[in-house]
């Protein structure tokens, strides 16, 4: 049974930076790629980032591209998101994905950018 579990969320300010981890379980394979995806309030579900281990290759949404780094820790199976120059708008709940036939998502991690 595939599990995510997204941690590093928090209350930072306009600027700031925070980077999201997602600790990746039963039977989590790195031939797949892993996504973040983030949901803010009244708004539907966004991508934000892709990575793919087999291919080496990082893909971003134009809002992440040069501000947003993803990485991934293979031997420790861990997503991570780096996030820097935080804005507003960048507040939401960040959830990582993991796509192998079906769709496994996190409970999620709260990121507020607020002054």
């Known amino acids: 049974q595939v599990q995510l579990v997204e941690s590093g969320g928090g209350l930072v300010k306009p600027g700031g930076s925070l980077r999201l981890s997602c600790a990746a379980s039963g039977g989590v394979s790195n031939l797949f790629p892993m996504n973040w995806y983030r949901q803010a309030p009244g708004k539907q579900r966004e991508w934000v980032a892709r990575?793919?281990?087999?291919?080496?290759?990082?893909d971003y949404a134009e809002f992440a591209r040069g501000r947003f780094t993803i990485s991934r820790d293979t031997t420790k199976n861990i997503l991570y998101l780096q996030m820097n120059n935080l804005k507003i708008e960048d507040t939401a709940i960040y959830y990582c994905?993991?796509?192998?036939?079906?769709?496994?998502w996190g409970q999620g991690t709260q990121v507020t950018v607020s002054s």
């Open positions: 994905n993991y796509k192998r036939g079906d769709d496994y």
């Open positions: 990575i793919s281990t087999l291919r080496g290759t990082t």
